[in-house]
């Protein structure tokens, strides 16, 4: 019987693997996206934010595996889901594969359709390339700091990210890119067997969330309501897709 590496463990060999991979199996953008993912994963791991150890694997992981499944054949890498530790409910994905989930957000979702929207979300973040291609004089590794802080937003778990190198001129994420993400998370949901509603009635918590709370996850991201109004309407627009879900949060499989 093989000895269980921890999650930690196990993300890191699968960073490195690419090490014995030559770099002519990747073109240049894939190379540039797995090495930001690795100096991503080395400073968050030096800063003591990874968290390796929790409970909240046994809920993340069973629901990361369907997702993955789904998402994997989208990207050059497979997706790998690591919990941090930060004070806000949050979620950023970092080129090269790398989701990351704050424990605070394990605590936020309801259930797992919500937990699931969020994953399938940034997940599409990667498989856009978005951080690569929002501006193209972000694309070196010294810059790209800035757009990642833009994602995840103005928490210290973004300073950490901006840490990086980047300044603060980085582009916000328009909403152009967040409808893009949304769209392609809800077919990715939807695929791994996640009711696509999650995304929206997490969107309409956080709308609702007392203005004095950190909701860092919607920081510089586009206004919740027209994000829940572009996918009740890419909901209604194809209905041989998104059909067969309940809108009823009532419906919800708890965590």
């Known amino acids: ?25 990747y073109t240049q ?13 080395q400073q968050l791991s030096q800063q003591g934010k990874i968290v390796t150890q929790s409970r909240y694997y046994n809920i993340l992981n069973p629901i990361a595996r369907r997702i993955a499944q789904v998402a994997d054949k989208q990207y050059f890498m497979p997706f790998h889901f690591l919990l ?3 004070g806000a409910p949050n979620a950023f994905s970092v080129p090269g594969g790398n989701v990351y989930v704050t424990m605070s957000m394990m605590t936020f979702a309801q259930n797992k359709e919500e937990l699931a929207g969020v994953l399938c979300h ?15 004089k972000y694309q070196t590794i010294g810059l790209v700091g800035g757009i ?3 994602l995840v937003g103005n928490s210290g778990l973004a300073q950490t990210v901006i840490g990086l190198g980047a300044n603060a001129e980085a582009d916000k994420f328009s909403r152009q ?46 206004r919740d309501d027209h994000r829940v109004s572009d996918l009740e309407a890419e909901f209604r627009a194809d209905p041989a897709t998104f059909g067969r879900f ?5 419906s919800a499989t708890p965590l």
């Not at 093989?2 to 199996?25: H, Y």
Request: aromatic share 8%.
């Open 29 to 41: 953008q894939q190379q540039q996206e797995l090495a930001i993912g690795k100096q991503e994963y």
């Open 122 to 136: 940034e997940t599409a973040h990667d498989i856009h390339h978005d951080v690569v291609n929002l501006n193209p």
């Open 148 to 150: 990642l802080g833009a």
């Open 84 to 86: 941090v530790n930060d």
């Open 1 to 25: 019987m093989f000895a269980r590496l921890s999650t930690a463990a196990t993300l890191l060999l699968a960073l490195f693997a690419t090490s014995v991979v030559p770099a002519s199996a």
């Open 246 to 250: 309940n809108p009823n949060p009532s």
């Open 177 to 222: 890119v967040e409808t893009n993400a949304d769209h392609t998370g809800a077919y990715i949901c939807a695929r791994a067997g996640y009711n696509p509603w999650g995304m929206v009635w997490l969107m309409k918590r956080f709308e609702t969330k007392p203005s004095g709370v950190p909701l860092e996850m919607l920081s510089n991201h586009p």
